[in-house]
Structure formats: C-alpha cells, structure tokens
C-alpha cells in the first residue's frame, strides 16, 4: 500500500464536514497510514475527540493541549516533526484566513507552521465565502507557500446553496496524500496510457467487445500519477473506476481512440498502449435496431491499428505495448509484437489463465525490450504489476536512453 507506514496528521477545523473526520481517519488506515488528529476547537462542536482516539489508537489533540506538555514534549512541535503529511480536512475560511496571515493562536495553525511537511489543504465553506475575494486572496497566499489546496467541489451545501464548497471526496483527499508523499521519480514526464476495451457498433443497441475491465491501465495511469507524472488516460467503457488525479478522456470505438491518442501525442514523453482494442468493426453498422430473425451475416472490416500508427507519428517518446496472448505463443507473439509495432517495451501476459489478466484484480507479466532483456514480474494486484512496469521502464530509459 501506497501509505504503508507513512506519518500522517490530519487536521480538523470548526466546519458541518468535520463530521467526516472518522471516515478519512479509517481511510488512511486502510492504506496503511500512521495516522494522528488534531482539533481546533471549532472542530469539537462537530465531532467528539474520544470517537477519533477510539478509531486512531492515539490520543487526539485539541486547543486545550496547546500549552500542556506530553511527557516533557512540547505538543504542537512535537507532533509538527513527527508528521510527514498534513492534511487538513474540512479548512474552513477562518482557519484558512488564520494560517495565511501567520496566526498561530490555533494548535493546528501552530503545528503547520512548525512543520516541515507536506501540507494538504481542504476547503469546505458556504458558495460565497468560498468566492469571497478575502478568501481567494488566502488561498493565493497559502499556495506560495508551497501548500497544496484541494478546491472544494460543487453540490448541495449544508446551508441549502447549491455551489462550489462542499468538502473534496475522500477518495481525493487519500490519493493526493499518496501523491505528495510519493517517490516523485517521475516527476519530470508527461505520460499517456490507454485503457478498456472499445466498442465497436452493429446496431444502435449492440456491440462488438471484449472482456477488458480497463483495471490494468488504470492502475498504470494512477501509479505514474502517484509518483509524479503528468498523466493523460484515454479509455474506453470500464468496469472499475477511473483513477483521481490523471486527466481522463472515455472514448467508446477504436477510431475515437486513435484520433484521442494523436490529440495528445505530442504532450508526452511516454506511451502506454494498455487498451484491449477491437481488431474488427462492423463493415456496415446500422443506424437503427436489427430486428430479431433465423440467421443473420454480419461482414467485420479491420480495425484501425493505433499501435501502428504510433510507430508513424511517434518521433522522440518511449513507446510501450501489450501483448494478450495464449500459453506456449506468449513470448514468441510478443516478440513478434515488439518487433511489427516498432515499440521499445512490450508487457505480455497469459491470457489462457482466468485468474490473471482480463477481467481479473491480479495479473503476471513479462515485460520484454527492443534490446532483448525480459523481466518477469510474478503474479500480484494489478496496482503492484503497474509500479513494477514503471520501475523497467525507468530502468530502460536509464541503460539505453540517457547514455
């Protein structure tokens, strides 16, 4: 996991949203976050310390902590040097007002500015207090100081307004944490993975797929965005959600992906082609539903080869493919694959095996170069697959790349 063992504290000011506190709490467990809580004490009003002590297996912080000792520590210092990550979560405009002007009467305030953490921003207020230039000129001036501000998003307010304020998903407060505390080894790239299958119309109501989940590229896309890419996820339909972070485009047929992918082509440095594209279409798609008979021809056409396009349009970026290939065949058709396509990596995979590959949480791959090395990496959750494929491909780059 991601979090596995990192220092998270996570700050609660006085907000209606403090009461999701417990929930992001657990969130962070499961990802394996050390995790402690502070309140201000508006945030008391709405959540109870002793819930967050029950769920943390910590003692919880509040105001009146700020000037008792723990055993001889200082607390807001302490706690301020311990942490790797704060994440504040709601901010309201108070605090956010309070921190930007330096204010450090609040223990959490105080903590922040004794800190050399990362520090995760999460604002949740009324629509106009959120647009208020007071507080729009807070947020520029948190910003400069290095802190990451997640905008609140659009919805029902508690106050009955409907508009930006409302506190960011959990989900999204999680992965940007992962994201921060990262090993940013990919920072300086610009990345496009696609994913999913594409459907290819015969009627207006059917279509010609596959089993593809999209899980595998997905994974891919969220793992280089964790670790600091600039992340571009063209996909088809999926069974599983898109990743947060990465900028998503759904596409739904293999033409829509291949005019997607030259759109952002030249935006990246990096290619992965992790999509499970139709190799045939319709030849003649109807504009309306075939009625139901005995027997029915249907003429299939090839498909637009993307990969092959690629190898056209692609001048200085690494370019990775898939193989989806059968027992015996799998490195030799993979070989050939690598070879056809003009790719620098190609990532094989047993598809003959139902308990890897599509449609399946886990998977086990061979990933093979232009220059002839293989790596083979066993079988694990596809989130584990995708940050071993990112570690050879970094690799590559630096054996044959930057030499």
């Not at 910003?143 to 930006?164: K, M, N, Q, V, W």
């Not at 596409?251 to 290619?271: F, N, W």
């Not at 598809?351 to 990496?377: H, M, P, W, Y």
Request: with cysteine; proline share 6%.
């Amino acid at each position: 996991m991601e979090l596995t063992d990192k220092k998270v504290l996570l700050g609660l000011s006085g907000g209606i949203a403090a009461y999701k506190g417990p929930e992001l709490l657990r969130l962070f467990q499961k990802e394996g976050a050390q995790i402690r809580v502070m309140l201000t004490s508006g945030a008391q009003a709405f959540v109870s310390p002793l819930v967050l002590e029950a769920l943390s297996k910590e003692k919880v912080l509040v105001q009146d902590d700020f000037l008792r000792p723990l055993g001889g520590l200082i607390p807001h210092t302490h706690w301020g040097a311990w942490a790797e990550a704060i994440v504040v979560a709601p901010a309201s405009a108070s605090f956010i007002a309070g921190l930007a002007q330096g204010d450090a009467s609040s223990i959490l305030a105080a903590t922040i500015m004794a800190s050399r953490a990362k520090v995760i921003l999460c604002p949740a207020m009324n629509e106009l207090m959120w647009s208020h230039p007071a507080t729009q000129e807070n947020i520029k001036r948190l910003r400069s100081f290095g802190y990451t501000i997640l905008a609140p998003e659009t919805g029902a307010l508690a106050c009955g307004d409907i508009g930006p304020g409302r506190l960011p998903s959990l989900r999204k407060i999680v992965e940007f944490t992962k994201r921060l505390l990262g090993p940013h080894d990919l920072k300086d790239h610009r990345v496009l993975v696609t994913a999913g299958p594409t459907r290819e119309p015969i009627d207006r109501v059917r279509f010609i797929s596959n089993r593809s989940s999209g899980r595998m590229g997905c994974a891919l896309a969220q793992v280089a965005w964790w670790r600091g890419a600039e992340v571009y996820l063209i996909h088809g339909p999926l069974s599983v959600p898109p990743p947060v972070g990465p900028t998503c485009l759904h596409v739904e047929t293999a033409q829509e992906m291949l005019e997607a992918v030259r759109e952002y082509l030249s935006k990246v440095d990096i290619i992965i082609m992790a999509a499970a594209v139709a190799d045939f279409v319709a030849a003649k798609p109807l504009d309306k539903k075939l009625k139901k008979r005995p027997h029915f021809c249907l003429e299939l056409v090839q498909a637009p080869d993307i990969l092959q396009q690629i190898k056209l349009w692609a001048k200085d970026q690494v370019v990775v493919g898939f193989a989806a290939e059968e027992g015996p065949q799998l490195i030799s058709e993979a070989q050939r694959k690598l070879k056809e396509k003009g790719l620098d990596l190609i990532v094989a995979n047993d598809i003959s095996r139902s308990d890897i590959g599509f449609d399946a949480e886990e998977n086990e791959v061979l990933i093979i170069s232009r220059q002839g090395t293989t790596k083979s990496v066993p079988k694990g959750p596809k989130n584990k697959i995708a940050w071993a494929i990112w570690d050879e491909i970094l690799q590559w780059q630096r054996d044959y790349v930057s030499k």
